[in-house]
């Protein structure tokens, strides 16, 4: 995060979605964050889901379009972790709304009672005591002569200390780390390699959806074992364009490429990264294969390759 000033760490970013509870029961939440591939639908659906108590399938997630409420760039890893602890607060507006529309009622089982003694759970209020006590959402809006409710959550790193966040960043490492394991097998006369295993384990904080992340983790390595073996950029020195323009002479990894991937996560929450305790993980998967991998390579040849990829022209001077 060194070198963003005070105001936000690289991990982190101001996000201020809009919630809404309907009396029909359903509830909808509306960010201008991307989907780019990166789970942003199912995640923030998810997360939204859960800080209102509503089934999954009773909430719409809507992102994408400039006019809803600010969002950062869908870049550095810090999509989930900003949007995410927004989405929770604006959940928690709308339920402590349902809550003081519940214990302000006329009538009603809630009424009267304390804001402290009331939970939310699958789509009602309930006493936390008795949950058998309880008030579906769509009731306590038809009480109160209400459609619907709107909050908006809002999620600022900085107002969440009581220090600055150039402090937070100086005393805490907030990003994402990770190990990775790689087998390699080299030719020694055709300077072929070939990755017959890669193992990752990743410490991303809280995983919100884990066949999302360990996908993109997973998809990480891939890209990363096309950066450490057979992806590379040429361009014209009398002109600068780029020379491979397409995927016929840029080679990334096929099917037949890509070897047997084991992924695994901590899943340990971040209390440094607010209520949500997640961090990013959209690249971590990829910047240490070519490392594990030139290291291997390295054990395995005694010879220390430093330009990728390391294709078998390399390796055999390399040897040679």
């Known amino acids: 995060g060194g070198g963003r000033g ?51 399938e009773r909430v719409r997630f809507d992102l994408g379009d400039s006019t809803y409420p600010d969002a950062p760039i869908t870049a550095g890893s810090r999509t989930t972790a900003s949007v995410g602890a927004a989405v929770l607060d604006a959940g928690r507006k709308l339920i402590e709304e349902l809550t003081s529309l519940a214990h302000h009622a006329k009538d009603g089982p809630l009424a009267g009672i304390s804001a402290d003694e009331i939970v939310a759970v699958e789509g009602r209020l309930a006493l936390r ?45 907030l990003h994402s780390f990770g190990a990775i394991f790689a087998e390699v097998r080299v030719d020694r006369d055709t300077g072929v390699i070939r990755v017959p295993r890669l193992v990752g384990v990743f410490d991303v904080g809280r995983v919100i959806n884990p066949r999302t992340a360990l996908s993109q983790l997973r998809g990480g390595m891939i890209a990363g074992l096309g950066g450490a073996l057979t992806e590379e950029g040429y ?41 949500l305790g997640a961090r990013g993980l959209g690249e971590i998967g990829t910047n240490n294969i070519p490392a594990a991998i030139g290291n291997a390579v390295f054990n395995a040849t005694g010879k220390r390759l430093r330009s990728l990829p390391l294709t078998p022209d390399r390796v055999l001077e390399a040897l040679r």
């Open 6 to 56: 005070p105001q936000a760490p690289a991990v982190l970013a101001h996000a201020a979605p809009l919630g809404r509870v309907g009396a029909d029961g359903t509830a909808e939440v509306r960010s201008a964050t991307h989907e780019i591939g990166n789970g942003a639908y199912t995640v923030f659906q998810q997360i939204a889901a859960d800080a209102l108590a509503l089934p999954v």
């Open 129 to 173: 005591s008795n949950p058998g006590v309880n008030e579906e959402y769509q009731s306590i809006l038809r009480r109160a002569g209400k459609d619907r409710l709107v909050a908006a959550g809002v999620f600022t790193p900085a107002s969440k200390r009581k220090f600055s966040i150039t402090a937070l960043t100086k005393q805490y490492e």
């Open 235 to 275: 361009f014209d020195p009398n002109n600068g364009r780029a020379v491979v323009r397409n995927l016929a002479d840029y080679h990334i990894p096929s099917c037949a490429d890509v070897p047997d991937i084991t992924v695994e996560t901590l899943d340990i929450p971040d209390p440094e990264m607010g209520d």
